[in-house]
């Protein structure tokens, strides 16, 4: 159970807070509701670059690192496709660097053209490192649009192509902080070693006066229902022969997404798995396989992902695999499956919150999605989940015109 | 409305709280560690073995790592799998140059069962000729993978330069070994490195006195009886080593030199040194080669350590049109730390953020094992800690210079380019 407190500033910023008496750290981590599904088509990767454009300077800080690290501390950010997350980790004494900061960013930035210049660079950087120089690296940027038609989903966090970031000017970069970065965009938690009675006068000192900007009412292009299997193969410079099957499935909201979660668990999560016995160590079809959920805002994926062994056709596998997701439609799964899979998923939910950070994100996290109170519960509607409900599930989700196919074919093979 | 041009007054930190796990002694050499405080349900244990890349010809130690749960008379690879997943087991083996590691994460009323249903695996595995090929087969693909990466080409190549005088150290694992590996080579190292090659337990979670007498006795069988010692004369061979890789948009670069570890008198301060060049977000590499230049994603340097020695490692990836500029501009960081002074803000950054890390480090029962175990790996106490509060915060720019003078020096580097 992780006990906090919340209360929302007059300028619309929620705060969260969760004391950890055990603990000297404290945790400054600042959500803003903006992602790259807020982008517009001709300007992706916009939220990702605007994420190290944060650390190049504000109003009236000339430069972020440098305070934090003086007062002990450390930080990083993450930007998804749904959110862009900041947090500082500090020794709980000198939490009011920490707010000095991030409250100073929020009012607003002052980074230099240089500052555009240089991260632009090493965001592409980034980007060959990650995406292009990596065996598979390109594989999301290829899935993407082959699955979504429609929602920004379609393109990946880091961008399209590398020349939307090239081209990004000053402009773009002042009037994407003025639609998405204020206090009503925002969540603050706060996680530590600190009275509650602190949090509250230290939130009102630094946060307090920072002006109040009306939520930006997201409206972003529904992804119609699939109803066509779909098919792509690229050729690349790989040693192996790559399948990825992805499956829409609900948002992360609809009652359906843990059973979904359950369900991707019973068929790829470990050595234990229904694809990794059948697919791979009774037929020795595939080096690897695995199933996982995207675990994104909007409607998602299930996927399943792995490598050929040598020898074998895509076709062989398509036959197996499908005989086994025909499987999880037609018969109920066995009560001692459930059970294991029921007791990893409590047993990775403990080790998550042991960690004062994690605490934190997650509990952002949940207050963006429905409300923080949901990091307590959803142990209990993960062991409510019954057989019946996965075949459920399995039977809309598991369905050959609810599912997109990329091959990665190794360019010298047959 | 507050001042926010000056930044909230810092409260330094002046002490920390270490905390030892409990020492259980199995033998001379070979201990059971046991931390446990810890707040919740989670626990963990690893096992240490004698069992390292450095203790087998070519790859046999790795494989048998990698084999080490594959199946034993009574069990197969998918029933030990099925005992620990289903008991919500997450198990993570690895291995280094000079010991192998297996861990598992569990809820503490799972532990006692899953240690149990691990060791008999362990002692029992027969590497039956099908799990063997299909692990070897499966390893071959990896391998294949692993070198399209700039990054772990350079890496390989870094090796073979750093370890150059010791082949059981440089060697780099290729095609033909995994091709050419037998079955009784892989039994006869297991024997000797794991049944007999315990060297150390460690248990973190709130578990009984009865939990850990259990574990203490299945583990005596395997205590190690091998000589508890590794090389301390290994040399670097120096010089600037080059690969191409078609069609590669970025290089890696990897350089670095043999060195030390905790037990040398300069240790400390070359931590610090090195923090300042290159471990943090702040340092002279990060500001130079991504902040100021774009050349890259990231930059950074680390002191590694192995049992009777260590090493200094700076490691990037960089556009491959700013390789040659980036060796310019590490060099040129380098030389500035020998030739000028770091200035007083400087160096009080430096240790604010150390002192704030070290803080960070000791804070919970699974950052506290690990930092007492990165001490007693060479035979040091927590007090090694306490020092080290001690060495942050009276080190000098003097002294900065003086150790950038004496270890880094350009020519005694090995210098590896992929890409």
């Not at chain 1, 980007?127 to 993407?144: A, S």
């Not at chain 2, 069988?221 to 004369?233: A, R």
Request: hydrophobic share 35%.
């Amino acid at each position: 159970m992780i006990k906090f407190e919340r209360f929302t500033l007059d300028n619309g910023l929620r705060v969260i807070f969760h004391k950890d008496a055990t603990t000297p750290m404290v945790v400054v981590n600042t959500l803003y509701d903006v992602g790259a599904r807020d982008e517009s088509e001709d300007k992706t990767g916009f939220a990702h670059l605007f994420e190290h454009l944060m650390f190049g300077g504000s109003v009236n800080i000339p430069e972020f690192d440098t305070p934090l690290q003086m007062a002990g501390g450390e930080n990083n950010a993450f930007t998804s496709n749904d959110i862009t997350n900041y947090y500082d980790v500090l020794p709980a004494k000198n939490i009011e660097t920490g707010l000095w900061l991030e409250s100073d960013r929020m009012l607003s930035l002052a980074f230099t053209p240089k500052s555009l210049e240089v991260q632009r660079s090493v965001v592409i950087e980034e980007f060959k490192q990650r995406y292009l120089n990596q065996p598979y690296g390109d594989v999301w940027l290829e899935l993407r649009p082959l699955v979504y038609k429609s929602h920004p989903y379609k393109w990946a966090t880091i961008g399209k192509e590398i020349s939307h970031i090239e081209e990004a000017t000053m402009d773009d970069v002042k009037g994407f902080f003025k639609k998405h970065y204020n206090p009503s965009n925002a969540i603050l938690c706060i996680a530590g070693n600190i009275e509650f009675e602190d949090v509250k006068s230290l939130t009102q000192k630094w946060y307090g006066d920072i002006p109040a900007v009306e939520k930006t009412v997201r409206n972003l292009p529904v992804e119609p229902k699939q109803t066509e299997f779909r098919e792509k193969t690229i050729k690349r410079k790989v040693p192996t022969n790559a399948f990825y099957y992805a499956f829409r499935m609900v948002d992360r909201n609809h009652s359906d997404y843990l059973t979904i979660d359950v369900l991707s668990d019973s068929l790829g999560r470990d050595k234990s798995s229904r694809l990794y016995l059948s697919i791979k160590k009774e037929q020795n079809l595939a080096s690897s396989i695995g199933a996982y959920i995207t675990g994104s805002i909007d409607e998602g994926l299930l996927v399943i992902s792995g490598k050929l062994n040598d020898g074998v056709s895509f076709q062989e596998l398509d036959n197996a695999l499908w005989k086994e997701l025909e499987l999880l439609s037609n018969e109920l799964v066995p009560a001692d499956e459930l059970e294991r899979l029921k007791i990893k998923i409590q047993t990775s939910k403990e080790f998550s919150d042991q960690g004062l950070l994690n605490r934190a994100m997650n509990l952002s996290m949940y207050e963006l999605l429905s409300g923080a109170e949901k990091i307590n519960e959803e142990s209990e509607i993960y062991g409510r989940i019954t057989p019946k409900d996965i075949q459920r599930v399995a039977k809309e989700v598991l369905v050959k015109t609810n599912c997109s196919l990329l091959k990665v074919k190794a360019e010298n093979a047959e | 409305m507050p001042n926010r041009t000056l930044q909230p007054e810092l409260i330094a930190i002046d002490s920390i709280d270490f905390v030892a796990p409990k020492k259980h002694q199995l033998s001379d050499t070979v201990s059971l560690y046991h931390m446990k405080d810890v707040p919740d349900e989670t626990s963990r244990f690893d096992l240490y073995f004698d069992a390292g890349v450095c203790r087998g010809q070519k790859g046999i130690a790795t494989f048998v790592n990698g084999l080490i749960l594959s199946g034993t008379k009574e069990k197969t690879s998918n029933q030990i799998q099925s005992e620990i997943n289903s008991l919500g087991g997450f198990l993570d083996s690895g291995i280094s140059v000079e010991n192998s590691v297996l861990s598992v994460y569990c809820l503490r009323e799972y532990l006692p069962t899953i240690f149990k249903s691990v060791i008999h695996a362990i002692q029992g595995v027969t590497f039956e000729a099908k799990e063997v090929k299909e692990y070897l087969a499966d390893r071959k693909q990896n391998l294949q993978i692993s070198r399209e990466k700039v990054g772990y080409l350079a890496q390989q190549n870094f090796r073979e330069k750093l370890f150059a005088s010791n082949e059981r150290y440089s060697y780099t694992l290729s095609e033909n070994d995994i091709e050419t590996t037998s079955i009784s080579e892989l039994k006869a190292f297991h024997e000797k490195h794991y049944l007999n090659g315990l060297t150390k337990v460690v248990l973190v979670g709130d578990l009984s006195k009865n939990v850990v007498d259990e574990i203490l006795d299945a583990c005596k069988p395997m205590i190690s009886s091998n000589p508890d010692v590794f090389t301390d004369k290994i040399e670097n061979e120096s010089g600037k080593f080059e690969q191409e890789k078609e069609g590669a948009v970025q290089s890696a670069i990897r350089l670095g030199r043999i060195l030390f570890n905790k037990n040398h008198p300069d240790y400390m301060d070359f931590l610090i040194l090195n923090t300042l060049l290159g471990d943090y977000f702040g340092s002279r590499l990060m500001t130079n080669i991504r902040e100021d230049k774009g050349y890259t994603y990231g930059i950074g340097s680390m002191v590694a350590e192995l049992n009777s020695t260590g090493y200094f490692l700076i490691a990037t990836e960089v556009g491959s049109d700013v390789k040659t500029e980036t060796l310019k501009e590490i060099q040129f960081e380098i030389e500035q730390l020998q030739s000028e002074l770091v200035p007083n803000d400087e160096l009080e950054l430096v240790r604010n953020y150390m002192l704030g890390q070290l803080l960070k480090s000791a804070d919970g029962p699974y950052a506290m094992t690990d930092l007492f175990l990165s001490a007693e790996m060479h035979g040091k106490s927590l007090d090694f800690y306490n020092d080290a509060l001690e060495a942050i915060g009276s080190i000098t720019s003097e002294r900065i210079q003086e150790l950038a003078k004496k270890y880094l020096k350009w020519d005694q580097f090995s210098i590896v380019t992929v890409g």
